[in-house]
C-alpha cells in the first residue's frame, strides 16, 4: 500500500488478486474473445464486470486461499515407486514417530521436575525465579522442535531484553511461537485455547509473562491494550511478540495487520517466518483440526523445515499513521519470506461480511444494470 495525500491506498497488485484469468477457468483452446457463435458463459462475463466478478469470486478468491492448505501432489502412482512410499511409511510411523513420543516425554519429565520446586520454593526470588523459568521453557520449546525433526536456520541477531521494543511475525500455526521461544523467551499476545493448550497457558506460559484474549469478548481488547502498555514499559520483562494478522495464514500470503502493536509509541522489530513445504505443511487450519491433530501431523512427517529472519528494527515515521507503520512492517515482512499481500482483514474468517459492503455491490450491479438500459 501506499499513502497519497493522506490516504491509504491499495497497490495495483493487491487488487488483481481479486480478479483473476477466467480464462484459466475456460476449456482448452478457448477464449473469452473468441467469435461468437451461440451464446455461452463466456458471453454473458462479458455483458458486466459485476458478473465477471462474481464468476472470479466463485472460481477463485484471494480471501479463501489464504486460509487453504494445498495437498501434496501425489509421487506413488507406479509399481516402482508404490514401494518406496510404503516403505517410507512404515519408517515415519513405526521408527521415527516412537522415538520422537520418547524424546518429547523425556523433555516433559525433566522440565516438570525441576519447573515445579523452581516455581514453588523461589517465590520470593522474583528475579531468579524468572531467569531459570525463561531457560526452562526456551529448553521445553527445543524439545517440542526435536520431536519434529525440526531443521530451523536463523538470521540476524538473536533477540534481548530491552525496554520499549515489540516484536511482530507473521502468523502460519501455533508452533510459530514454539519455533521463535526456543531461542528467546517471548512474552507472547495469544487466544486463550481450551483443552491442554489451556493449561499450559494459564500455568507453564503465564511465567514468561504471556497476555491471554478471548476474541470474542469486546471488553478483552481494553485489557490487553492496557496489559501491552505496561509490559513493554518494563526493564526486566520478556520481548513482547505479536502477531498482528490475528489469525493463522497458510505460509503463501500475509493479511492486513492490526494496528494496536503500531500504536504503543515503541520500536517495532518485524520477524519473517517462512517454511518449507517439501516434507509437511506447517499451516493449521484450527477449523479443521484441532492443535493435538496438527502436532501429530508433525511428527509422523519426515521434518519441519523452516527459516527465521529478524529484520531491521523500525520507527514511526514522522507524519505516519498507526496503519501505515503497520503496512510498512508487512512489506518487510512480505517480501523477507516471500510471501503475497492481500487487502484483507483475517478476522473475516470469523464473522459474517459487512452487510455494507454488501449494498455497496448492489448499488454498483444497480448503476450498471440502469447505465445499459440507457444506454438501449
Not at 507472547?188 to 478471548?214: A, R, Y
Not at 508433525?298 to 505516519?320: D, H, I, K, N
Amino acid at each position: 500500500m501506499s499513502s497519497t495525500a493522506g490516504r491509504l491506498v491499495t497497490s495495483r497488485s493487491e487488487l488483481d488478486l481479486d480478479h483473476p484469468n477466467l480464462e484459466d477457468y475456460l476449456p482448452s483452446g478457448s477464449s473469452i474473445n473468441e467469435p461468437r457463435g451461440k451464446l455461452s458463459l463466456r458471453d454473458l462475463l462479458d455483458i458486466s464486470p459485476t458478473l465477471t466478478e462474481a464468476a472470479g469470486a466463485i472460481v477463485d478468491d484471494s480471501f479463501t486461499r489464504c486460509f487453504k492448505s494445498n495437498p501434496p501432489e501425489p509421487w506413488n502412482w507406479n509399481i516402482y515407486l508404490f514401494p518406496l512410499w510404503c516403505f517410507g511409511v512404515v519408517v515415519r510411523y513405526c521408527l521415527l514417530f516412537p522415538l520422537r513420543v520418547v524424546t518429547l516425554a523425556f523433555g516433559w519429565i525433566i522440565f516438570l521436575s525441576l519447573f515445579i520446586p523452581v516455581n514453588a520454593l523461589l517465590k520470593g526470588q522474583d528475579r531468579l525465579r524468572k531467569k531459570i523459568e525463561r531457560v526452562l521453557v526456551e529448553m521445553i520449546c527445543s524439545f517440542f522442535v526435536a520431536s519434529w525433526t525440526g531443521v530451523v536456520k536463523y538470521h540476524g541477531p538473536r533477540p534481548s531484553i530491552r525496554p520499549k521494543q515489540v516484536y511482530v511475525a507473521n502468523h502460519t500455526s501455533m508452533i510459530d511461537f514454539i519455533v521463535l521461544e526456543q531461542m528467546t523467551a517471548f512474552a507472547v499476545i495469544m487466544q486463550k485455547h481450551p483443552g491442554w493448550v489451556g493449561l499450559l497457558q494459564s500455568t507453564i506460559l503465564e511465567s514468561v509473562g504471556c497476555i491471554w484474549f478471548n476474541r470474542s469478548e469486546a471488553k478483552d481488547r481494553e485489557i490487553v491494550a492496557r496489559k501491552l502498555r505496561d509490559h513493554v514499559q518494563g526493564t526486566d520483562n520478556n520481548p513482547l511478540l505479536i502477531f498482528p494478522e490475528g489469525t493463522c495464514v497458510n505460509n503463501n500470503y500475509t493479511v492486513m495487520f492490526k494496528k494496536g502493536a503500531f500504536e504503543l509509541d515503541c520500536t517495532v522489530c518485524p520477524i519473517a517466518i517462512k517454511y518449507n513445504k517439501i516434507f509437511v505443511d506447517a499451516f493449521w487450519n484450527s477449523r479443521k483440526q484441532s492443535f493435538t491433530m496438527h502436532l501429530l501431523q508433525l511428527m509422523t512427517s519426515w521434518a519441519v523445515v523452516c527459516e527465521v529472519w529478524y529484520l531491521e528494527p523500525q520507527t514511526l515515521r514522522p507524519g505516519e499513521t498507526g496503519i501505515e507503520f503497520a503496512e510498512r512492517v508487512r512489506d518487510m515482512i512480505s517480501l523477507r519470506a516471500g510471501l503475497k499481500k492481500v487487502p484483507w482483514d483475517g478476522y473475516l474468517k470469523y464473522s459474517r461480511p459487512s452487510s455494507k459492503h454488501s449494498e455497496r455491490k448492489q448499488q454498483s450491479f444497480a448503476e450498471s444494470i440502469l447505465a445499459r438500459l440507457e444506454e438501449k
